[in-house]
Structures are given as C-alpha cells and as structure tokens.
C-alpha cells in the first residue's frame, strides 16, 4: 500500500509511509533504527526462527513514520503516543523489507544497483571481515 495514516493517543494522526528507499534503509541500519543483519537474519527466518530481532518489528511503525515526515518527533515521543498493533506492525515491516507493491522502491534501486551495466563497472565491493 505505502501510505497509511495511524491515529495517536492525542488524537493527532500521523502520516507513515511503507515504501522506503535502499538509502533510507542503509540509513536505519546505519543510525540504529534497524539492526545492521536484518535481511541476513530474515532469510534464515525459516530454518532459525529465533534469530529474528523483534526489534526491526517493533520499530516499523516508526521507521514509516520516519520515511512519511521531514520534521518527524523523536521516536520515544511517538511510541508514547501509539498504541502498539503487532498486526499492524507486521504489516507494515512486510511491506517497508518486501516493497509495497511488485516493484517497490527498495526493489527497484535493488535492481538499478545490480544491473549488468553496474557490474561490469565494479560494483560496490564489499570489505572482508
């Protein structure tokens, strides 16, 4: 969907957008909002369940929110303010890691950064650990 609208507990609503860019993303990871293995962990969900952090999932209200405002409230000043939907919550994360339609934003830079053309300039290496 990308656009949701939430009521808060003041009454205010607030405007969250699912539909988060590959940078924005790089950015959560980078600044905490998302943990930095999130997508490894995600794909070992099936055969280790409890690798899952539960935090990505509490924070995909937030990190829509983030990604629907310039000037957005601290995080602790929204939380306080929603009443918490792990539906919801779940909907949302799907949709901010899986693009919220067939060909979402995230998807989209994906396939922009590992196109052909990239590759035969490069690419983005990434350091050994």
Not at 11 to 19: M, Q, R, V, W
Not at 22 to 50: A, I, W
Not at 67 to 92: G, H, I, R, W
């Amino acid at each position: 969907m990308g656009i949701h609208y939430i009521e808060l507990r003041n009454g205010e609503t607030a405007k969250l957008d699912t539909d988060v860019s590959l940078g924005k993303m790089k950015k959560f990871k980078k600044d905490g909002t998302l943990s930095p293995n999130f997508l490894g962990k995600l794909m070992l969900l099936e055969s280790d369940p409890k690798s899952f952090e539960t935090d990505d999932l509490e924070n995909a209200y937030y990190i829509a929110y983030l990604n629907a405002n310039s000037n957005p409230m601290p995080q602790d000043v929204f939380e306080s303010q929603l009443n918490y939907d792990l539906e919801k919550a779940t909907e949302f994360f799907s949709e901010i890691v899986g693009g919220s339609n067939k060909k979402g934003t995230m998807q989209k830079e994906f396939i922009k950064h590992t196109t052909k053309k990239n590759k035969q300039q490069g690419g983005k290496k990434h350091p050994k650990n």
